[in-house]
């Protein structure tokens, strides 16, 4: 009452204008309080007043006056004055100014005259009142207040009991008892009572108790005692005494506590006459017993979980006796009356849901609905108030349900009009049924209902307003899924139908609000109860026990416990499931099969399970040898895709799951997407396809499907169509292609970190497969318009998404082969006509509208410079086709046709089948027959305008402005090499586009050069790849190697289909004539000599891979080695090299890496088992074993290459020799630093003949001795008077004008000659004389002249090893005098292929340079040509006889040589690698051979017998040159050649010199 409301003018200016003031207020201030407000303001303004007079501001009359004015005011302003009078007694009590007590007493007193005296003699301390004079003694007064006081309350009054006044307490209870039913109103009832009371003399409380029995026992008369007690009591705490009375008398051992009472106590709670606080304290049990009775259940409920999870083997004995336990304990833990339990009851039954919500705050959660009384209670409750919103909105069409009554009690909680109208009561009455709704499975039912019916009003809301009350519905909605649902689902036993009915409400939900309910359930919900606690146990243990006896052959008994297990707990039935197969990936056949029993939720339950296991962060996705992927990722993607195929599962969650990982950065989980790809569109992608189902690939869908695979994975449609409207309905086609394609480079640059180089190719290989999969599956089931709607254009692609340029157009080139056939049939509509010519004008108009933005677009992928070499037209076409555009496969399409008639008959054959199945079986078969031909025709037509088209682009495709090398490397670098380790069709495609420009007669595309770039250097290329990129590479070379056997294996095919093709025509630039360039054909032979070289450089690059010992480069070469096997190696020493390698890596690698170790047995016993298809190199190409001389170093590109060109060069048309193997001499070779071979190289002149003109000089004199000495033999063999000797002569003649011409070209050349080399002739020509003698039969070995003519070149030149590539025969075992030096160049010389005896075989710098050596432009070709043709004819009837026996002998030798060969090459092997160390410190980097061991065995072979360097004829002996490592000069080689073949044999070869000797005139 401090509140200053009395102003200190109104107090100065009391008498003119303070008093009016003051009464205003005061009458303000009562107004407002009839108005309802606070009374406090009224005593604070008296307060105010008195106060004033007390300190003396205003005199006492004054205010005496104005306080008797405010009685006026209200009634009870008396009252109100006391109390401020009783205030300020006590504050003037306490002061010490004794003039201020003074002034209250006389201000009361003056107060005296209206204020009663009652009122003070009640609120006024006694000496006050003394003071006052109202009583003569306070003590005395305050003696007769205790008195009163103690009379009231503590004596008790003696009133008659019932058997004392049996008579009044009759009557009362006749009273009580009576009808009811007419006008008798407890008002009348009332008053008897009190006349009974009062003529009787009975006690009012006694009177109570009795009204309330009565009640007990007519509690449907509610109304009446209700209002009765109203009436009757007085006090609310009275009848609360009462009725805890009555609760007490039955809190007694074994007593029950009848209904009624509970009935009774909580109407009069309901209807406020007692107090809830109050009774509370007066029931059992205590709420801390209570809480201890909770703890106890939830220990026991952990206790049982723990034994049901304990894996113990008990006797039959002791599992009886804890049987009996459980019982016994089941007994006893019978729960006591509960008397709140049963207040709480009666509460829900009469609708009090305030008091029972009270009731249910005090006691520990979900307590009370632990009991089912009271959940059902509390379930009808809520049956009442959902019931009108139930009937309107959620009941199903055709049901009725039961008519719910509802409450009569107008307090009741009001039923739900509408949705918004359940969050005032019904959410929360849920939220505290919790999982106890299990009871009452129709109203689960009901809420479910209402829940799909509001989802449903949800997805049609529209407007703000409006979406925040849905959402806010929403999450109450979740949180009853979470909170009620989903623990009752797990609490019901096996209810299969609310499982559906949940999932009719859950399936609206998007799937991240189910996977989190799902999360919630599993991981926290089954903690939280100890009834669930107990179910968890119970359901690991029976899962346990159907998991140790599932099998393939009882998986229908097992899916059946498994269904019932997983109607009520899905969760922790799959996490146990999902263990077990993570362990044991066998059981995921019997476990996908026995899953058909589940429901539609359980299913969905299935997918988070999955998910969740996947994404468990405890477990590492890779093995401890951090090397492959771990087993249990394995077999969890294995289940995903078969069970994701077999069942109805939505695949949202788990396809945005491994989008989110990639976007991590995490590649691991495209495992899963591979799976479920393959399995449910039936897509596999493997790099171990045989060549029938390669060959399948190329055609249509159908035959894809039916011969692609190695798995025929029937009915896919479904399963497709649902992956397919998954990925479109959530928008992840695209993304997740876009971050495969950007994963690949992220899992060597950004995810490998200390990843082992063996696991990163693998995730390397297991994303590029996965997108080239996926990629298929959406090209072959995406519509046109979902697909061009998708995917962004190449240039989008490329610069945006810094996609590569691959992968960008393997997502384009399905919308391009769309856009045209779209456009196609819109033209074909346009215009109708049936012409074939008119189709395919219309198609290749529809080619150009497409592609045409096409090639502008790709002109940004590249610099420009790269447009200089090709066009974009040539680079866009390549990467749209496919090779459906390419060919037709028709043998696949007739072998599928085949097998399905043959499935036809054997359903005739087979009687055991029923007629309806036969019916439809062989309906199948036709129906799959005809498609499959309709599809056959549909492609032959397609890939005819194609190739139409082609034909007319073909000319646009390459600048003719560029060189040929510039575009072939282009071609090689932008789309060969990128594409063909795509995919297996890819390398196919390939190889099948290059046959294919060349059959088009491609402009400026030189396919000779092509194919040599894409042989001649492949070690880069193949350490370069991955696992399955080297399966596609070498299925690739494997194609090309095929095309080059089919030319090689026939002359008739080479020279249909290359004879005068472009990409065959080379150039000779030969030195010695001044002449221009000519392009001619290369011929049949030369390209056989070519092919050796490429079989050559393929065993050398084998080698060099194969003896690196690294993992990488043995493991490519070896599966490169595997997949070309069926067409190299053809020849028998290039196979029995690569045997002893392999040999060695199967001894090496056998205990320290095993998967190699493997690897190399399997191809080393699938060599051996080709062993017998291998011919020796002779027969391969034309091999002249006697010319062993040396093929300059500047020729070579083999081991060891260092030189310059110096001889005469076979070109290309745009320089092919120079620029063709540049990468190769690069990597394979190093240049030499000794002086001689740098001087050497100095000397070289642009025509390639002024360095070596000694070597020259001494084979023209060889070739006129030689000459001279077989014209002496034959005159003295032969007649004269024969047709023999006259052409024997004639050709002698010959033979002379030719010598004659080559003595004159020495003489000229002499000036350039040194002079050590002139001497060097001398010897030559001295050793040349002994191996003529040696032809007629004297024993010179050859190999001397070769050693003297060495050594005085080793004088001049000082070391000249650079040519290594060069072939030569080793040192014979009785030359012991040659020095270690001269070992190792032998050695070294070996080293070469076969194919080097002679620059026209094998000139591996340039194969073109070789091969067209026989295509020399010479004026007198035209004048010798017929009469050749008559020597030829004559000197191949002579020779027949002769070389027969010649030839016997060398074939027997032979044989004899290469059974040796494998012996000789293991004993030679460690004299190889000292030899190779002693040339590396010489500086003589030269690659080993890998003919090493097997080559220089054979020359020793030859070298040993006399017939074995010779052919066919043996009328002349071919000379021998022994250049060491000095070049010679192209024609001395070329005419030396050209006479030994003449010399050798008959028929062409005596041919072929002759052309050699006019061109040479």
């Given at each position: 009452?401090?509140?200053?409301?009395?102003?200190?003018?109104?107090?100065?200016?009391?008498?003119?204008?303070g008093?009016?003031?003051?009464?205003?207020?005061?009458?303000?201030?009562?107004?407002?309080?009839?108005?309802?407000?606070?009374?406090?303001?009224?005593?604070?303004a008296?307060?105010?007043?008195?106060?004033?007079?007390?300190?003396?501001?205003?005199?006492?009359?004054?205010?005496?006056?104005?306080?008797g004015?405010?009685?006026?005011?209200?009634?009870?302003?008396?009252?109100?004055?006391?109390?401020?009078?009783?205030?300020?007694?006590?504050?003037?009590?306490?002061?010490?100014e004794?003039?201020?007590?003074?002034?209250?007493?006389?201000?009361?007193?003056a107060?005296?005259?209206?204020?009663?005296?009652?009122?003070?003699?009640?609120?006024?301390?006694?000496?006050?009142?003394?003071?006052?004079?109202?009583?003569?003694?306070?003590?005395?007064?305050?003696?007769?207040?205790?008195?009163?006081?103690?009379?009231?309350?503590?004596?008790?009054?003696?009133?008659?009991?019932?058997?004392?006044?049996?008579?009044?307490?009759?009557k009362?209870?006749?009273?009580?008892?009576?009808?009811?039913?007419?006008?008798?109103?407890?008002?009348?009832?009332?008053?008897?009572?009190?006349?009974?009371?009062?003529?009787?003399?009975?006690?009012?409380?006694?009177?109570?108790?009795?009204?309330?029995?009565?009640?007990?026992?007519?509690?449907?008369?509610?109304?009446?005692?209700?209002?009765?007690?109203?009436?009757?009591?007085?006090?609310?705490?009275?009848?609360?005494?009462?009725?805890?009375?009555?609760?007490?008398?039955?809190?007694?051992?074994?007593?029950?506590?009848?209904?009624?009472?509970?009935?009774?106590?909580?109407?009069l709670?309901?209807?406020?006459?007692?107090?809830?606080?109050?009774?509370?304290?007066?029931?059992?049990?205590?709420?801390?017993?209570?809480?201890?009775?909770?703890?106890?259940?939830?220990?026991?409920?952990?206790?049982?979980?723990?034994?049901?999870v304990?894996?113990?083997?008990?006797?039959?004995?002791?599992?009886?006796?804890?049987?009996?336990?459980?019982?016994?304990?089941?007994?006893?833990a019978?729960?006591?009356?509960?008397?709140?339990?049963?207040?709480?009851?009666?509460?829900?039954?009469?609708?009090?849901?305030?008091?029972?919500?009270?009731?249910?705050?005090q006691?520990?959660?979900?307590?009370?609905?632990?009991?089912?009384?009271?959940?059902?209670?509390?379930?009808?409750?809520?049956?009442?108030?959902?019931?009108?919103?139930?009937?309107?909105?959620?009941?199903?069409?055709?049901?009725?349900?039961?008519?719910?009554h509802?409450?009569?009690?107008?307090?009741?909680?009001?039923?739900?009009?509408?949705?918004?109208?359940?969050?005032?009561?019904?959410?929360?009455?849920?939220?505290?049924?919790?999982?106890?709704?299990?009871?009452?499975?129709?109203?689960?039912?009901?809420?479910?209902?209402?829940?799909?019916?509001f989802?449903?009003?949800?997805?049609?809301?529209?407007?703000?307003?409006?979406?925040?009350?849905?959402?806010?519905?929403?999450?109450?909605?979740?949180?009853?899924?979470d909170?009620?649902?989903?623990?009752?689902?797990?609490?019901?036993?096996?209810?299969?139908?609310?499982?559906?009915?949940?999932?009719g409400?859950?399936?609206?939900?998007?799937?991240?609000?189910?996977?989190?309910?799902?999360?919630?359930?599993?991981?926290?919900?089954?903690?939280?109860?100890?009834?669930?606690?107990?179910?968890?146990?119970?359901?690991?243990?029976?899962a346990?026990?159907?998991?140790?006896?599932?099998?393939?052959?009882?998986?229908?008994?097992?899916?059946?416990?498994?269904?019932?297990?997983?109607?009520?707990?899905?969760?922790?039935?799959?996490?146990?499931?999902?263990?077990?197969?993570?362990?044991?990936?066998?059981?995921?056949?019997?476990?996908?099969?026995?899953?058909?029993?589940?429901?539609?939720?359980?299913?969905?339950?299935?997918?988070?399970?999955?998910?969740?296991?996947?994404?468990?962060?405890?477990?590492?996705?890779?093995?401890?040898?951090?090397?492959?992927?771990s087993?249990?990722?394995?077999?969890?993607?294995?289940?995903?895709?078969?069970?994701?195929?077999?069942?109805?599962?939505?695949?949202?969650?788990?396809?945005?799951?491994?989008?989110?990982?990639?976007?991590?950065?995490?590649?691991?989980?495209?495992?899963?997407?591979?799976?479920?790809?393959?399995?449910?569109?039936?897509?596999?992608?493997?790099?171990?396809?045989?060549?029938?189902?390669?060959?399948?690939?190329?055609?249509?869908?159908?035959?894809?499907?039916?011969?692609?695979?190695?798995?025929?994975?029937?009915?896919?449609?479904?399963?497709?169509?649902?992956?397919?409207?998954?990925?479109?309905?959530?928008?992840?086609?695209?993304?997740?292609?876009?971050?495969?394609v950007?994963?690949?480079?992220?899992?060597?640059?950004?995810?490998?970190?200390?990843?082992?180089?063996?696991?990163?190719?693998?995730?390397?290989?297991?994303?590029?497969?996965?997108?080239?999969?996926?990629?298929g599956?959406?090209?072959?089931?995406?519509?046109?318009?979902?697909?061009?709607?998708?995917?962004?254009?190449?240039?989008?692609?490329?610069?945006?998404?810094?996609?590569?340029?691959?992968?960008?157009?393997?997502?384009?080139?399905?919308?391009?082969?769309?856009?045209?056939s779209s456009?196609?049939?819109?033209?074909?509509?346009?215009?109708?006509?049936?012409?074939?010519?008119q189709?395919?004008?219309?198609?290749?108009?529809?080619?150009?509208?497409?592609?045409?933005?096409?090639?502008?677009?790709?002109?940004?992928?590249?610099?420009?410079?790269?447009?200089?070499?090709?066009?974009?037209?040539?680079?866009?076409?390549?990467?749209?086709?496919?090779?459906?555009?390419?060919?037709?496969?028709?043998?696949?399409?007739?072998?599928?046709?085949?097998?399905?008639?043959?499935?036809?008959?054997?359903?005739?054959?087979?009687?055991?089948?029923?007629?309806?199945?036969?019916?439809k079986?062989?309906?199948?078969?036709?129906?799959?027959?005809?498609k499959?031909?309709?599809?056959?025709?549909?492609?032959?037509?397609?890939?005819?305008?194609?190739?139409?088209?082609?034909?007319?682009?073909?000319?646009?495709?390459?600048?003719?402005?560029?060189?040929k090398?510039?575009?072939?490397?282009?071609?090689?670098?932008?789309?060969?090499?990128p594409?063909?380790?795509?995919?297996?069709?890819?390398?196919?495609?390939?190889?099948?586009?290059?046959?294919?420009?060349?059959?088009?007669?491609?402009?400026?595309?030189?396919?000779?050069?092509?194919?040599?770039?894409?042989?001649?250097?492949?070690?880069?290329?193949?350490?370069?790849c991955?696992?399955?990129?080297?399966?596609?590479?070498?299925?690739?070379?494997?194609?090309?190697?095929?095309?080059?056997?089919?030319?090689?294996?026939?002359?008739?095919?080479?020279?249909?289909?290359?004879?005068?093709?472009?990409?065959?025509?080379?150039?000779?630039?030969?030195?010695?004539?001044?002449?221009?360039?000519?392009?001619?054909?290369?011929?049949?032979?030369?390209?056989?000599?070519?092919?050796?070289?490429?079989?050559?450089?393929?065993?050398?690059?084998?080698?060099?891979?194969?003896?690196?010992?690294?993992?990488t480069?043995?493991?490519?070469?070896?599966?490169?080695?595997?997949?070309?096997?069926?067409?190299?190696?053809?020849?028998?020493?290039?196979?029995?090299?690569?045997?002893?390698?392999?040999?060695?890596i199967?001894?090496?690698?056998?205990?320290?890496?095993?998967?190699?170790?493997?690897?190399?047995?399997?191809?080393?016993?699938?060599?051996?088992?080709?062993?017998?298809?291998?011919?020796?190199?002779?027969?391969?190409?034309?091999?002249?074993?006697?010319?062993?001389?040396?093929?300059?170093?500047?020729?070579?590109?083999?081991?060891?290459?260092?030189?310059?060109?110096?001889?005469?060069?076979?070109?290309?048309?745009?320089?092919?020799?120079?620029d063709?193997?540049?990468?190769?001499?690069?990597?394979?070779?190093?240049?030499?630093?000794?002086?001689?071979?740098?001087?050497?190289?100095?000397?070289?002149?642009?025509?390639?003949?002024?360095?070596?003109?000694?070597?020259?000089?001494?084979?023209?004199?060889?070739?006129?001795?030689?000459?001279?000495?077989?014209?002496?033999?034959?005159?003295?063999?032969?007649?004269?008077?024969?047709?023999?000797?006259?052409?024997?002569?004639?050709?002698?003649?010959?033979?002379?004008?030719?010598?004659g011409?080559?003595?004159?070209?020495?003489?000229?050349?002499?000036?350039?000659?040194?002079?050590?080399?002139?001497?060097?002739?001398?010897?030559?020509?001295?050793?040349?004389?002994?191996?003529?003698?040696?032809?007629?039969?004297?024993?010179?070995?050859?190999?001397?002249?070769?050693?003297?003519?060495?050594?005085?070149?080793?004088?001049?030149?000082?070391?000249?090893?650079?040519?290594?590539?060069?072939?030569?025969?080793?040192?014979?075992?009785?030359?012991?005098?040659?020095?270690?030096?001269?070992?190792?160049?032998?050695?070294?010389?070996?080293?070469?292929?076969?194919?080097?005896?002679?620059?026209?075989?094998?000139?591996?710098?340039?194969?073109?340079?070789?091969?067209?050596?026989?295509?020399?432009?010479?004026?007198?070709?035209?004048?010798?040509?017929?009469?050749?043709?008559?020597?030829?004819?004559?000197?191949?009837?002579?020779?027949?006889?002769?070389?027969?026996?010649?030839?016997?002998?060398?074939?027997?030798?032979?044989?004899?040589?290469?059974?040796?060969?494998?012996?000789?090459?293991?004993?030679?092997?460690?004299?190889?690698?000292?030899?190779e160390?002693?040339?590396?410190?010489?500086?003589?980097?030269?690659?080993?051979?890998?003919?090493?061991?097997?080559?220089?065995?054979?020359?020793?072979?030859?070298?040993?017998?006399?017939?074995?360097?010779?052919?066919?004829?043996?009328?002349?002996?071919?000379?021998?040159?022994?250049?060491?490592?000095?070049?010679?000069?192209?024609?001395?080689?070329?005419?030396?050649?050209?006479?030994?073949?003449?010399?050798?044999?008959?028929?062409?070869?005596?041919?072929?010199?002759?052309?050699?000797?006019?061109?040479?005139?």
């Amino acid at each position: 009452m401090a509140t200053l409301i009395l102003p200190g003018e109104w107090v100065k200016n009391w008498e003119k204008s303070g008093k009016h003031e003051f009464v205003q207020l005061c009458k303000r201030l009562t107004e407002k309080i009839d108005h309802g407000c606070q009374i406090k303001d009224v005593q604070a303004a008296l307060y105010e007043l008195c106060w004033q007079g007390v300190q003396g501001n205003l005199k006492l009359d004054l205010v005496a006056s104005v306080l008797g004015e405010m009685m006026e005011l209200r009634d009870d302003m008396p009252s109100i004055l006391a109390d401020v009078f009783s205030v300020l007694d006590l504050e003037t009590v306490a002061l010490e100014e004794k003039h201020k007590r003074d002034h209250y007493i006389q201000l009361v007193g003056a107060c005296l005259i209206f204020v009663p005296d009652a009122i003070l003699k009640e609120r006024l301390d006694p000496e006050t009142l003394e003071s006052l004079g109202l009583i003569k003694q306070a003590h005395q007064f305050n003696q007769k207040i205790v008195k009163i006081k103690t009379k009231l309350f503590y004596k008790q009054q003696k009133f008659n009991l019932l058997r004392e006044e049996n008579e009044g307490y009759a009557k009362l209870i006749t009273e009580l008892g009576q009808d009811l039913s007419g006008n008798i109103t407890s008002h009348i009832v009332l008053e008897s009572i009190k006349s009974l009371i009062g003529c009787f003399n009975l006690d009012p409380n006694r009177v109570l108790d009795i009204i309330l029995e009565v009640y007990e026992s007519r509690s449907d008369q509610d109304d009446f005692f209700l209002s009765l007690i109203k009436s009757y009591m007085c006090e609310a705490l009275t009848l609360c005494h009462i009725l805890g009375f009555k609760f007490k008398f039955y809190q007694e051992p074994n007593e029950e506590t009848p209904k009624s009472l509970y009935h009774i106590a909580a109407a009069l709670l309901h209807h406020n006459l007692i107090e809830l606080e109050d009774l509370y304290v007066h029931l059992l049990p205590l709420d801390s017993a209570i809480v201890e009775e909770h703890k106890l259940v939830i220990s026991e409920a952990k206790q049982i979980a723990r034994k049901l999870v304990m894996v113990v083997v008990p006797s039959d004995k002791s599992e009886d006796k804890e049987k009996e336990k459980e019982k016994e304990e089941e007994k006893i833990a019978q729960p006591p009356d509960n008397q709140k339990l049963g207040l709480l009851e009666a509460l829900l039954g009469i609708g009090d849901w305030h008091h029972a919500q009270s009731i249910m705050d005090q006691m520990p959660s979900f307590y009370a609905t632990s009991h089912k009384f009271i959940a059902l209670a509390l379930c009808q409750l809520l049956h009442l108030t959902v019931e009108p919103l139930y009937r309107t909105a959620g009941l199903p069409k055709g049901a009725r349900g039961c008519v719910m009554h509802p409450l009569k009690n107008k307090r009741a909680p009001k039923p739900a009009e509408s949705f918004e109208d359940l969050r005032r009561e019904t959410f929360s009455m849920l939220g505290y049924l919790g999982p106890h709704l299990a009871h009452d499975p129709i109203l689960f039912a009901k809420i479910v209902r209402l829940g799909k019916a509001f989802m449903k009003e949800y997805q049609c809301s529209e407007g703000l307003d409006i979406k925040d009350k849905m959402e806010t519905l929403l999450s109450c909605f979740l949180s009853i899924a979470d909170q009620v649902l989903l623990p009752s689902l797990s609490l019901m036993e096996c209810n299969a139908c609310m499982s559906e009915e949940l999932w009719g409400f859950f399936k609206l939900f998007p799937y991240h609000h189910r996977y989190r309910l799902y999360g919630q359930w599993k991981n926290e919900t089954y903690s939280s109860h100890p009834l669930l606690v107990k179910v968890k146990a119970q359901t690991v243990e029976g899962a346990r026990y159907i998991m140790k006896r599932l099998t393939k052959e009882n998986v229908k008994q097992s899916g059946r416990q498994i269904g019932k297990l997983s109607h009520s707990n899905p969760t922790i039935l799959f996490d146990y499931m999902l263990s077990q197969i993570q362990w044991y990936d066998n059981l995921i056949g019997p476990v996908v099969d026995s899953l058909k029993y589940l429901t539609s939720l359980n299913y969905d339950v299935l997918a988070y399970c999955i998910i969740e296991a996947l994404a468990n962060p405890e477990k590492e996705k890779m093995k401890h040898d951090d090397t492959t992927i771990s087993s249990w990722l394995q077999s969890l993607a294995s289940l995903c895709g078969a069970v994701f195929r077999k069942y109805p599962i939505e695949l949202a969650g788990l396809l945005q799951y491994v989008t989110n990982q990639l976007k991590a950065g995490k590649s691991f989980d495209l495992l899963i997407l591979k799976e479920v790809v393959q399995k449910m569109a039936g897509i596999e992608v493997t790099d171990e396809m045989t060549s029938e189902q390669l060959e399948a690939m190329t055609g249509g869908e159908q035959l894809k499907a039916e011969g692609g695979y190695f798995g025929q994975i029937r009915n896919t449609k479904k399963s497709s169509q649902r992956l397919k409207d998954v990925l479109l309905d959530h928008e992840l086609a695209l993304p997740l292609c876009v971050l495969m394609v950007q994963q690949r480079n992220g899992v060597v640059f950004l995810e490998s970190g200390d990843k082992d180089l063996k696991l990163v190719g693998h995730l390397y290989d297991q994303c590029h497969d996965t997108l080239v999969q996926f990629g298929g599956f959406l090209a072959s089931n995406l519509s046109t318009e979902d697909y061009i709607k998708r995917v962004p254009a190449i240039d989008v692609l490329c610069n945006q998404f810094h996609t590569p340029h691959d992968a960008a157009f393997f997502l384009s080139r399905p919308m391009y082969a769309h856009q045209i056939s779209s456009k196609y049939d819109e033209l074909k509509k346009a215009e109708k006509g049936n012409r074939q010519q008119q189709k395919v004008q219309k198609y290749v108009a529809a080619c150009e509208q497409v592609m045409t933005p096409v090639h502008e677009a790709v002109m940004s992928l590249h610099p420009a410079r790269v447009w200089e070499d090709l066009r974009p037209q040539f680079y866009a076409t390549f990467w749209s086709l496919t090779m459906y555009d390419l060919a037709v496969p028709h043998a696949a399409y007739e072998r599928e046709v085949n097998k399905l008639k043959a499935q036809i008959k054997a359903i005739d054959e087979n009687p055991e089948i029923p007629m309806n199945k036969k019916k439809k079986e062989k309906e199948r078969c036709t129906a799959l027959q005809e498609k499959l031909q309709e599809e056959e025709k549909k492609q032959q037509e397609h890939v005819q305008r194609v190739l139409h088209r082609l034909k007319l682009e073909k000319d646009k495709w390459l600048m003719t402005k560029s060189t040929k090398n510039e575009t072939i490397t282009k071609f090689l670098q932008l789309c060969l090499f990128p594409r063909c380790i795509f995919s297996s069709i890819d390398a196919v495609y390939c190889a099948r586009f290059v046959e294919l420009v060349h059959q088009q007669m491609t402009p400026n595309f030189c396919t000779l050069l092509c194919y040599d770039r894409v042989f001649s250097a492949i070690i880069y290329t193949v350490a370069s790849c991955t696992e399955n990129e080297s399966h596609r590479y070498g299925r690739f070379l494997c194609c090309m190697l095929e095309t080059v056997t089919r030319w090689h294996s026939d002359r008739a095919v080479y020279e249909k289909e290359c004879g005068n093709y472009p990409g065959f025509l080379t150039i000779l630039r030969a030195s010695g004539f001044d002449g221009g360039q000519q392009a001619n054909p290369l011929d049949y032979e030369n390209f056989r000599h070519v092919v050796h070289k490429w079989h050559y450089m393929l065993t050398k690059a084998s080698v060099h891979c194969l003896e690196t010992g690294d993992y990488t480069h043995i493991r490519n070469i070896l599966i490169v080695l595997i997949k070309i096997l069926p067409c190299y190696p053809k020849v028998l020493n290039l196979g029995q090299a690569l045997e002893y390698r392999v040999h060695k890596i199967c001894v090496k690698e056998k205990e320290k890496r095993p998967d190699l170790y493997a690897l190399a047995m399997g191809y080393s016993g699938r060599l051996k088992s080709q062993k017998v298809r291998m011919v020796p190199e002779n027969e391969f190409h034309h091999k002249e074993p006697p010319a062993r001389n040396v093929t300059p170093a500047s020729q070579q590109n083999g081991p060891g290459t260092t030189g310059k060109p110096a001889t005469a060069m076979m070109k290309g048309e745009d320089g092919f020799s120079e620029d063709g193997d540049r990468g190769k001499d690069k990597s394979q070779t190093t240049k030499p630093v000794n002086k001689a071979n740098t001087a050497a190289a100095k000397v070289t002149t642009s025509n390639g003949n002024g360095a070596l003109n000694s070597i020259k000089t001494i084979k023209e004199r060889d070739d006129k001795e030689k000459s001279g000495k077989d014209k002496k033999e034959k005159k003295e063999k032969t007649p004269g008077t024969t047709p023999e000797t006259k052409a024997e002569a004639r050709r002698e003649k010959l033979r002379e004008e030719r010598a004659g011409k080559d003595e004159r070209a020495v003489r000229e050349g002499k000036e350039k000659t040194p002079k050590a080399d002139r001497d060097k002739v001398k010897a030559e020509e001295k050793n040349k004389d002994d191996k003529t003698k040696a032809g007629n039969g004297e024993s010179v070995e050859p190999s001397r002249e070769r050693d003297a003519i060495k050594e005085s070149k080793s004088k001049e030149k000082g070391d000249r090893s650079a040519v290594a590539g060069c072939r030569k025969s080793p040192v014979p075992r009785s030359d012991v005098a040659d020095t270690e030096r001269d070992h190792k160049r032998r050695k070294l010389d070996s080293h070469s292929s076969p194919s080097h005896s002679s620059s026209v075989k094998d000139n591996n710098n340039d194969p073109k340079e070789s091969a067209s050596k026989h295509h020399l432009n010479y004026n007198s070709v035209a004048r010798s040509k017929s009469r050749e043709r008559e020597l030829e004819k004559n000197e191949l009837e002579n020779a027949v006889g002769r070389s027969k026996e010649k030839k016997e002998e060398k074939e027997r030798k032979e044989r004899k040589r290469d059974v040796g060969v494998g012996e000789r090459e293991v004993s030679l092997e460690p004299k190889r690698r000292k030899d190779e160390n002693g040339t590396n410190s010489s500086k003589n980097s030269q690659c080993e051979s890998p003919c090493d061991s097997p080559l220089s065995v054979e020359k020793e072979k030859s070298k040993r017998s006399k017939s074995s360097s010779k052919e066919k004829g043996d009328s002349a002996k071919p000379e021998r040159t022994s250049t060491g490592g000095k070049k010679e000069s192209r024609h001395d080689k070329d005419k030396s050649e050209k006479k030994e073949k003449r010399d050798s044999s008959g028929g062409k070869e005596e041919k072929k010199h002759h052309k050699s000797s006019d061109k040479h005139r």
